[in-house]
């Protein structure tokens, strides 16, 4: 199992996480994106934010352009090949004081970072 | 191998991918997605207008490839299951 733990708020990485996470599932390797901290804001808010006004200016026009999707879609894609997972930290969760109801609906569940890590042979963090 | 437009459109598909102005990582998940789908033996028609996306699918399912062709900014594969 691949594990990729998405810290970063800034939505090119979050997006980045997701087409990487999509990819392994289309490519039949089990993995889970693990969320912590600043993911779960952007998530929870929905604010759009690469972090400087240049990087949000490209993201924004390939967005226009198609090239770049709305998030919902690249992670139902890879969801769809039933190889990927998206837990939710529970300190993160506990520390942002978020519920499960807050985050996007394709969140599966709320997990500690032991069971996380247990089930995991290599880890990417973003 | 490498056909004319007329002689791929003559080709029994079971399925067609308009994959126009798709960049990665959207073109390969919908392609897998299709082959996933289809039976054994049918035809996949996969439509892209950007070369790099058609070079990574016919990378990316290179044992599949049966034929394609390109005609102006259009790539069309034909792959098959």
């Known amino acids: ?126 | 191998m490498k056909l004319s437009l007329e002689q791929i459109e003559k080709l029994d598909v079971s399925q067609t991918l308009d994959l126009s102005g798709e960049v990665c990582p959207v073109p390969t998940l919908k392609t897998k997605a299709a082959l996933n789908k289809a039976k054994e033996g049918e035809l996949i028609k996969v439509i892209l207008t950007s070369k790099k996306s058609a070079e990574n699918i016919g990378a990316e399912f290179r044992d599949k490839v049966y034929a394609y062709c390109q005609h102006k900014n259009r790539f069309i594969i034909i792959l098959k299951k």
């Open chain 1, 1 to 126: 199992m691949i594990g990729i733990i998405l810290h970063s708020g800034e939505w090119d990485r979050i997006y980045h996480a997701f087409s990487l996470a999509s990819m392994y599932s289309a490519l039949e390797t089990k993995v889970t994106v693990f969320l912590t901290y600043w993911s779960i804001e952007s998530l929870a808010n929905g604010k759009m934010n690469c972090g400087d006004e240049k990087k949000n200016e490209v993201f924004k026009k390939a967005m226009e352009e198609g090239k770049i999707k709305e998030l919902t879609e690249i992670v139902e894609l890879g969801k769809a090949f039933g190889n990927m997972e998206i837990i939710a930290c529970s300190g993160s969760m506990e520390i942002f004081r978020y519920e499960l109801s807050d985050l996007p609906e394709w969140v599966d569940r709320i997990a500690g970072l032991g069971e996380f890590l247990m089930n995991t042979e290599k880890v990417i963090f973003i």
